[in-house]
C-alpha cells in the first residue's frame, strides 16, 4: 500500500467536505471497511491525506468536493428531520424535490416542529454550524396552552435545569392571548434536543405549536411550507466566512415546490 502523507487532512474531514456523509458518519463508514485508500480498506479515521491519495467509498473513487451551497426549507409538521426512520415515517428527504442533490440537515427539528430547516451538501458546514461555539441565535414562535405571565416565564429567562438537563437563559417576549393559547417569541442559542418543550413544561405551560423563524443570519420569512429555496453563493459565502470561491450556483434564492408525499 502506497502510505497516505502525514500532511494533508484527516480522511473523515475528507469524506465529509465531499458531500458523501457528515464527519461522524464518516467515521462509521470507515468502521465498517467501506472506504480504501490506495487500493486498501482503512479501519481508523485517524489518517491524513491528500489530493494524490487514491480514495474509493462503496468500490467508487471519490469525486472532487463540490463548492458548499446552502438551501432554506420550510419543514411541514409530521416529517422527521433523518434520513431513514425505523419506524416507516416520512422524512424531510422524502419530501424534498427530486432534482435536489445529495444533502444534510443542520440541526435537526423534531416530528411535530415545523419552520426553518437549514439544509447543506457539505459535512463540514454542518457540523461547524452545529457546534454551540458557532452561537447562532436561533428563534422561534411557539404556541403554548395557558396564560404565561412574567413571572412565570422568568425561570427560563435565568436558566433552567431540567431532569438533570441545563438550559441556558432563553430571551422570552408574550406577544399575545388567544383563547386558552398564548402565542411568544423564544430566542435560544443552543438548541438541545426538545428544548423548548421541556422547558415550558417545567413552568406549568404546554407547548401546541412550534416555529423556527430563523437560524442566525438566515430567516424563513415567506417561504411556503414544503419549499426549498437555495441560497444565494456570494451570501453562503459572506455569511460562513468562505473564502472567496468558484460556485456552481450564484443565482438569486429560487423556490421549489414541495414534492408529492410518498406513500407509505
Known amino acids: 500500500m502506497e502510505k497516505p502523507t502525514q500532511k494533508g487532512a484527516r480522511i473523515a474531514k475528507v469524506l465529509a467536505r465531499a458531500g458523501i456523509a457528515s464527519r461522524r458518519e464518516a467515521e462509521r463508514m470507515i468502521a465498517a471497511g467501506r472506504v ?80 426553518l430547516l437549514l439544509l447543506t451538501n457539505d459535512g463540514e458546514i454542518k457540523r461547524r454550524l452545529e457546534l454551540p461555539a458557532t452561537g447562532w441565535l436561533r428563534r422561534y414562535r411557539v404556541r403554548v396552552k395557558g396564560s404565561p405571565s412574567e413571572e412565570m416565564l422568568a425561570p427560563l429567562r435565568e436558566g433552567i435545569t431540567v431532569e438533570g438537563q441545563r438550559y441556558q437563559p432563553m430571551d422570552i417576549a408574550i406577544d399575545r392571548q388567544q383563547g386558552a393559547n398564548a402565542w411568544l417569541t423564544v430566542a435560544l442559542r443552543e438548541g438541545k434536543n426538545r428544548e423548548i418543550r421541556r422547558a415550558m413544561e417545567a413552568v406549568g405551560l404546554s407547548v401546541n405549536r412550534l416555529i423556527r423563524i430563523s437560524y442566525g443570519p438566515f430567516r424563513l420569512g415567506a417561504l411556503k411550507r414544503g419549499e426549498v429555496a437555495e441560497v444565494k453563493a456570494r451570501v453562503v459565502r459572506d455569511q460562513l466566512g468562505l473564502g472567496k470561491k468558484s460556485e456552481k450556483s450564484n443565482r438569486v434564492m429560487r423556490k421549489r415546490k414541495p414534492a408529492r408525499r410518498r406513500r407509505q
Open 36 to 115: 480504501r485508500v490506495n487500493g486498501q480498506a482503512i479501519e481508523s479515521p485517524a489518517l491524513n491525506v491528500t489530493p494524490a491519495d487514491r480514495i474509493e467509498v462503496d468500490g467508487a473513487p471519490l469525486a472532487p468536493p463540490e463548492p458548499v451551497r446552502l438551501w432554506l426549507y420550510h419543514k411541514p409538521a409530521g416529517l422527521v428531520t433523518s434520513a431513514r426512520d425505523e419506524k416507516g415515517r416520512p422524512t424531510v428527504f422524502d419530501a424534498l424535490p427530486e432534482d435536489m442533490p445529495r444533502v444534510m440537515s443542520v440541526g435537526r427539528l423534531d416530528l411535530n416542529s415545523e419552520g
